[in-house]
């Protein structure tokens, strides 16, 4: 595809770019490199155009192509012996309907295209600024935008209004995430400011990288007055995004058009396909290799019958000039291949599409998944994958956002080993916190949250007496951090965190009499217990992964030197002076209460420094950071050098409560037999209490096994004993199933077979053990032992890593995948699963914008699989089987047919009745199947989680049901031929005259025919609604009356040569013996159908069955009762960390974050819903009590 970009660019006199050059306010230098414009095309076709290439586009789909050749082949009179209108009618439906709605898709990109083109945009020509469309903004142009704006091209920032050349900028419809980022210009373009003269004449010359799509990522340099700067991605504005929070801003158009990073990531994502739609692959193919069978075979009769037999006919039948007999069955072959393509119906393909899509329209529209809160309804963002969401086997989830809510509140804490947070009664039990109790008062601090809650009066009074422990304690969560303050009214702040984690710990400082005011680049600045204190900000020390630990260096008013310190507790530990060990004990026996609380937690140190020692270290932190190789390394060492010999002063305890329905929803999906297996960034024992507080991990499994061993020996080690454990007489190589897949069985796949295991277990796996068993030599290892469990939790594991462990999953079991996240590092998941479901949460949108479907609860989950998947599952299975079983019984009496008309190819029907039969007289009531039938409704699907399982395993569509299909068809269609052909045989009507005539045995055929697979419907359909009952008895009334009117006099004297049937209905069907014939025909391809259900009903009952009988006789069941969660006592503590860098140099450049966009209103208008109550899961801890139960 690359070569053929560049081609396409050579041709037009673009060469494949290495590097960039251009030249501010030169557009003769800069078009003499054929930069692209910045107009933008992402339509397909125009007026001219749109004809040929949509045929083209859809010639290219092999049914399409296949129906073509059919319709030339009925254009050759030797071969025809249909006519032309018979594929041609059905053939151009489907085309014009797929047309309009390619056209209709098109118009609109045109539109939107058109309006983003004539957007206008201020750019700098000769020396004013003049009004220019977006479409002729050109690289190298100098543009000025005004705040609210989108940004019109990949421009390098060159001044802006705000202190220190800062603009705030919307990355939304870019990534999705709707915080503000900050952007900065160089010192010595931000002098320029808003002069126009001084613009006039800049001619700096930019030299960077060729267009790319990396949108994290910049190079580049600036050479303005003979000097060189350096140009990163902080320098730069991209197109898709919005400048906010300035009043202007001036920029260099580096990229324009389809070179702009938005239009480099707009490739197609990978296209998704379902199992049903591989396996109709499969069939199709096969059905095609039957189709020359059977041509074959009724080709070699003919040749027989004309050596032996055609003599006899010659008389009245001659035959056509030079016209031999091998040469009759050649021509026979492609004849009836014409007359039995009916095998591949022309509407299979576009009546999935319509079901598909229906089904879509019903997820979207379901109020049971909307979340007012939030104002956000359940959405199919893709109308392709709804049967496979009923066959789900493997369900991968994101923790934090996900099976929390990712609202961190400030729950416990340690200070100098006294543990604050539990509440006790007067006899020194612990008591359970509930809303009733009564909260702290915080009205003595007028900078207090309103929203903070705490219950333990007894911080309040330490902190107020002036505890110096306390006081420090608060005093290092006011100041490390990189929260940004917004204060838009005296005392109404507003913080904005990297994290919730952030924001929750310096909510609580403020509340606490600590508040977090404002800060430079320079100083912070803190009201402590009501007194103003501004401390110099030395240095700050910044978070990472590797790092995990934070830390600042500050200056007090009084000129004291204190580094504060904040991170994991190992990490921390280690780091700490001795003397700090006897406290350390008490402070993880508190630690460890925490996370078997399933609490977040974090360590606080501190260290005094001396003012000497901290000039020499801030010299050499000076000379590593302007560093242009080993930048990182040394700035590492100056860190660990300064954060030694540190003081311990307690341990925060932050919850993240889990979503209501969880842990219901968990135990719901884990009865359908869904193996869930959590990869979240946490720590071992936090993702273990959350597990264990969710129901995926539960008390009576048989065991949970924990595998963190740190070598790849000894990963293999555990994996092979946690097996052993869970099924001894496994044999010691895994069991591997071959076969082929894909076109013409080419690709080769192993898979491994499930093994069988008593009882219940769960597997706990940290991340850097994960990595040894993601190795080629350990996955099957990794996979056996996994497969075995019901619950996998990953632990520390990053987004590259969730992604491995889809990977090895999709590659060795035959099962399909569901991935949900709710953050940027889910997306990674998201897109490698059969499924990717995000969900609308705190961290931002891209993981809904890469996903299928999305939501805004996790509890959804269980509408959408069990209610919506299997649904829908179960209606795509019924529509295969009843469209093959009714096309199938079309096609075989055309066989049958073939052995008493000379294998001459004579179509048995009507040709009107074969044009109607796919589009009119059988296409709305299976589509009314298709889409309203149900086998019990939605709560009874909840109360019988196990009706989901015979979709994990394909059972209502497979080979198997296929050849049944085929094995019914075949019955239906020997009656169906041969009992009115015996009953015609030597029949008279009433008044003596012959009835055994071709056209009254063909109407004979067509009447039995329509009402068997009627029949056959009305056996199927399990939920009957209007629609249903009009469609039916609609196309029954529809078939009779176009048999008469086909067949009446005035068609036939206006077309004698198009209806030759003439009078045929109203002397056929007039007839006793003729509907004695149809009842005898339908009864017989009926009665067997029937016979066959109730013995199986009665022998071996399936459990849809057994539900659908109970359903009948009693009522409505009441949800079962959620457990409740268990608290379990952890021997370590819990600490989450991020994926990404810290804000550090945001913070120290003065790079502020900017407030959030307000929310739109709600959709439905309905604040008081019971699915908007959202109250959070209680940890019932002390008292297990039962939860009240919300309706799904």
Request: charged letters at 20%; a neutral charge; glycine letters at 6%.
């Amino acid at each position: 595809m690359k070569s053929l970009t560049d081609s396409w660019n050579s041709l037009r006199g673009r060469k494949p770019e290495k590097e960039r050059l251009l030249r501010a306010n030169d557009r003769p230098f800069n078009l003499s490199f054929h930069y692209a414009r910045n107009a933008i095309k992402t339509s397909k076709y125009n007026v001219l155009t749109f004809l040929p290439l949509n045929l083209l586009v859809q010639f290219t789909r092999l049914a399409n192509a296949y129906f073509l050749l059919l319709l030339i082949l009925q254009l050759i009179p030797e071969i025809s012996s249909l006519p032309w209108f018979t594929t041609a009618v059905p053939l151009v439906i489907v085309l014009s309907i797929t047309g309009v709605k390619d056209a209709n898709d098109d118009i609109n990109r045109h539109r939107s295209d058109k309006q983003v083109n004539n957007r206008t945009t201020e750019v700098l020509v000769d020396g004013k600024l003049k009004e220019e469309r977006w479409k002729n903004v050109q690289v190298g142009d100098i543009v000025k935008l005004q705040n609210n704006h989108f940004i019109p091209a990949d421009i390098l920032l060159l001044s802006s209004s705000e202190p220190l050349n800062l603009v705030y900028v919307e990355t939304a419809d870019l990534d999705g995430e709707t915080n503000l980022k900050v952007k900065q210009a160089l010192t010595v373009t931000g002098e320029l400011g808003n002069n126009l003269e001084a613009y006039s004449s800049f001619t700096g010359e930019v030299r960077c990288e060729p267009p790319n799509n990396r949108l994290d990522k910049f190079k580049g340099t600036l050479t303005m007055s003979g000097q060189t700067h350096g140009l990163d991605n902080d320098k730069v504005l991209l197109r898709g995004c919005t400048l906010r929070n300035t009043d202007w801003c001036f920029g260099l158009v580096i990229f324009a058009g389809p070179d702009t990073k938005l239009m480099q990531n707009s490739g197609k994502s990978k296209f998704k396909r379902t199992r049903i739609d591989r396996m109709m692959n499969i069939l199709v193919l096969c059905i095609c290799g039957f189709l020359v069978t059977l041509c074959s075979v009724l080709s070699i009769c003919n040749y027989l019958w004309e050596t032996n037999e055609a003599s006899g006919f010659t008389v009245f039948l001659p035959r056509l000039p030079d016209t031999s007999a091998e040469l009759s069955s050649f021509f026979i072959f492609w004849s009836y291949v014409i007359v039995l393509n009916t095998v591949v119906p022309i509407s299979l393909y576009v009546s999935v599409e319509i079901i598909r899509l229906g089904n879509s329209f019903f997820i979207d529209w379901d109020r049971k998944m909307y979340y007012p809160k939030k104002d956000t309804p359940a959405q199919a963002r893709t109308t392709t994958l709804n049967e496979e969401l009923g066959q789900i086997k493997y369900i991968f989830s994101d923790k934090t956002g996900t099976l929390t809510q990712n609202i961190m509140t400030f729950n416990k804490c340690s200070i100098n080993g006294k543990a604050y947070g539990e509440l006790y009664d007067f006899s020194g039990h612990r008591v359970e916190r509930t809303d009733r109790m009564e909260r702290v008062d915080f009205s003595w601090n007028q900078l207090a949250d309103p929203k903070f809650i705490f219950h333990d009066h007894s911080l309040v009074e330490t902190v107020r007496e002036g505890n110096p422990e306390a006081q420090a304690f608060f005093r290092l969560l006011a100041l490390c951090h990189t929260v940004m303050p917004e204060e838009r009214k005296e005392g109404e702040l507003n913080y904005q965190a990297q994290s919730p984690d952030e924001s929750a710990l310096v909510t609580a400082a403020r509340n606490f009499g600590f508040v977090f005011r404002s800060r430079t680049p320079e100083t912070i600045t803190v009201m402590e217990m009501g007194r103003k204190v501004v401390y110099e900000l030395v240095a700050v020390l910044d978070f990472s992964n590797v790092r995990k630990r934070m830390s600042v260096i500050v200056r007090s008013p009084e000129g004291k030197i204190t580094l504060f310190c904040k991170g994991a507790d190992m990490v921390i530990y280690e780091r700490l002076h001795p003397s700090s060990d006897k406290l350390m004990e008490v402070t993880t026996k508190h630690l460890n209460e925490y996370a078997g609380d399933g609490l977040r937690t974090l360590v606080l140190a501190y260290k005094d420094l001396d003012g000497s020692y901290l000039e020499e270290w801030r010299k050499r932190h000076h000379d590593a950071s302007i560093a242009m190789e080993g930048r990182e390394e040394r700035l590492d060492e100056l860190y660990e050098e300064i954060e030694k010999e540190m003081t311990l002063l307690g341990a925060t305890a932050v919850e993240d409560k889990l979503q209501d329905g969880v842990p219901h929803t968990i135990e719901q999906l884990a009865e359908a037999d869904i193996k869930i297996w959590v990869l979240t960034g946490d720590k071992q024992e936090t993702a273990e209490n959350i597990g264990y507080a969710c129901n995926m991990l539960r008390e009576d499994m048989n065991d949970v096994f924990v595998v963190s061993a740190n070598t790849a020996e000894g990963v293999r080690k555990e994996l092979q004993e946690a097996r052993e454990k869970m099924c001894p007489q496994a044999a010691a190589k895994p069991s591997m199933r071959k076969s082929r897949g894909g076109l013409f069985w080419l690709n080769k796949t192993q898979y491994l077979k499930d093994e069988k295991v008593d009882g219940q277990y769960g597997l706990i796996i940290n991340g850097s053990s994960l990595a040894f068993a993601l190795e080629e030599d350990l996955e099957l290892e990794l996979l056996r032992t996994a497969c075995m469990c019901q619950t996998v939790i990953c632990c520390r594991v990053t987004p590259l890593q969730k992604a491995q462990v889809v990977k090895v999953v999709k590659k060795y079991k035959q099962a399909v995948t569901l991935a949900i996240g709710d953050g940027a590092n889910d997306v990674s998941m998201i897109k490698t699963a059969h499924i990717g479901v995000g969900i609308s949460g705190q961290e931002g949108m891209q993981a809904v914008l890469s996903s299928d479907f999305s939501f805004a609860q996790f509890r959804y989950l269980q509408r959408l699989l069990l209610v919506h998947g299997r649904w829908s599952y179960l209606r795509m299975s019924k529509f295969l089987r009843y469209f093959f079983l009714k096309n199938f019984t079309f096609t075989f009496v055309h066989f049958w047919y073939a052995f008493f008309c000379g294998y001459s190819a004579q179509p048995v029907y009507d040709d009107w009745f074969s044009t109607c039969y796919n589009l009119v007289y059988t296409a709305l009531p299976v589509l009314a199947l298709s889409l309203f039938d149900q086998d019990v409704n939605g709560r009874w699907s909840f109360y019988y989680p196990k009706l989901y399982i015979p979709g994990q395993q394909n059972m209502y569509f497979n080979k198997k049901s296929f050849l049944l299909c085929m094995m019914q068809s075949c019955y239906n269609s020997l009656v169906l031929f041969f009992v009115p052909y015996g009953a015609l045989h030597d029949t008279v009507r009433q008044d003596g005259r012959d009835i055994t005539d071709y056209q009254t045995f063909a109407l004979l055929l067509q009447t039995c025919l329509i009402i068997v697979v009627n029949t056959q419907m009305f056996l199927d359909t399990w939920y009957w609604t209007g629609i249903n009952h009009f469609f039916l008895w609609g196309s029954m009334a529809a078939y009779f009356a176009l048999t008469f009117t086909l067949s009446s006099n005035g068609l036939f004297f206006i077309f004698p040569t198009m209806f030759q049937f003439l009078g045929t209905g109203r002397n056929s069907l007039n007839q006793p013996n003729t509907w004695l014939i149809i009842f005898l025909a339908c009864l017989l391809c009926i009665l067997p159908v029937v016979a066959l259900r109730f013995i199986f009903l009665q022998t071996s009952p399936t459990i849809n069955d057994k539900v659908r009988y109970k359903m009948r006789r009693d009522e409505v069941p009441a949800i079962s009762p959620r457990r409740p969660a268990t608290r379990r006592v952890s021997t370590r503590s819990s600490y989450a960390f991020s994926h990404s860098q810290g804000y550090g140099d945001l913070v120290t450049s003065q790079k502020f974050l900017g407030k959030k966009t307000p929310r739109r209103p709600l959709l439905f208008g309905q604040k008081e819903h019971p699915l908007g109550e959202n109250q959070p899961q209680l940890f019932r801890t002390i008292t297990e009590e039962s939860e009240e139960q919300q309706s799904p």
